[in-house]
C-alpha cells in the first residue's frame, strides 16, 4: 500500500512539473529569487527506512532486521552562503519500526518459546540534523546537489528506563543517537515554490543497545554493538 502511494505522489509531481520543467520558456515568478535570499523556510514530509548493524561477541547466527516503510515530516531552514552553499537546519518527526529475529542458537538450553525469538522495535525520533548542501550552478529550471552533515535524535520510545528488561518482552534502546548523514537530490523551480525530492543515508555513530540484567540473556548478551542506520525519503517545499 504504502509503495502504491509512493508512486502516486511521483505521478502527480511529474505531471504538474513537466510542463514548465522541459519547456522551452523560463519560469519567471517571485521563485527565480529565492536562491538569493539569505534565509529561507520551508516544511518536508516523505518515507523512511531504519535498518541495525550489529557486532557480535559470538560467532552465532546474525539476528535478522525484518525492515518496514516508515513516515517522517519536518520543518526546514536554510541559510544561504554562497551561490553554491547553504546551511540548512531540518528539524523533524520520524516514525518506524523494526521486527528482530533471533536464530534459535541463541536460545539453547534456555526453555523458550515462539513469541521469545521476535521483538517489535518500535521508534518515534526527534530528529535534528545540521547540513551542508552543495549545489551546481542553477540549469533552467532545475538544479542538483549533493548534501552532507551530522545529527541527533531523541527515541521518545527507546524504554532505556523501563526496569523491565527482555525477560519481560521489552526491548530497550538509548534515548539519543547521533548520525553522520550524506545524499543527493535536485531543486525543482515550479511556478510558486521551489519543490526539491532527495534521497539520504543516516549512519548512526555510538551504540544504541540498552543490555538486559542478565549479562548472559539470549537478546543482548552476544550483542556488542548495535547501531542504527537508514534511509530517507524527502519531499521538501520552499
Known amino acids: 500500500m504504502k509503495r502504491i502511494l509512493v508512486l502516486s505522489v511521483f505521478l502527480l509531481i511529474f505531471q504538474n512539473m513537466s510542463a514548465q520543467l522541459f519547456s522551452k520558456e523560463r519560469v519567471t515568478n517571485s521563485v527565480d529569487?529565492?536562491?538569493?535570499k539569505f534565509l529561507t523556510w520551508g516544511y518536508f514530509l516523505g518515507f523512511n527506512q531504519y535498518d541495525f548493524n550489529f557486532d557480535y561477541n559470538e560467532n552465532l547466527e546474525d539476528i535478522l532486521v525484518d525492515k518496514t516503510f516508515g513516515f517522517h515530516l519536518g520543518l526546514v531552514g536554510d541559510m544561504r552562503?554562497?551561490?553554491?552553499?547553504?546551511?540548512?537546519?531540518?528539524p523533524g518527526v520520524f516514525f518506524t519500526t523494526r521486527n528482530l529475529q533471533y536464530d534459535e542458537s541463541y536460545f539453547e538450553g534456555i526453555e523458550h518459546n515462539d513469541s521469545d525469538l521476535l521483538r517489535e522495535v518500535k521508534s518515534t525520533y526527534v530528529h535534528i540534523p545540521l547540513l551542508l548542501k552543495i549545489s551546481t550552478k542553477r540549469i533552467n529550471n532545475f538544479k542538483p546537489f549533493i548534501v552532507g552533515g551530522v545529527s541527533t535524535a531523541l527515541n521518545l520510545s527507546s524504554n532505556q528506563d523501563n526496569p523491565n528488561d527482555n525477560r519481560s518482552g521489552e526491548f530497550r534502546m538509548t534515548k539519543n543517537t547521533y548520525f553522520y548523514e550524506l545524499g543527493f537530490g535536485i531543486d525543482f523551480y515550479l511556478l510558486y515554490f521551489k519543490f526539491t525530492p532527495s534521497i539520504r543515508g543516516v549512519f548512526a555513530i555510538n551504540d544504541e543497545i540498552v543490555k538486559d540484567i542478565d549479562p548472559n540473556s539470549p537478546w543482548t548478551g552476544n550483542i556488542s554493538k548495535m547501531q542504527t542506520r537508514g534511509v530517507f525519503i524527502n519531499f521538501t517545499f520552499q
Not at 81 to 90: A, G, M, V, Y
Open 33 to 36: 529569487n529565492i536562491d538569493q
Open 81 to 90: 552562503i554562497n551561490n553554491h552553499l547553504n546551511l540548512r537546519l531540518e
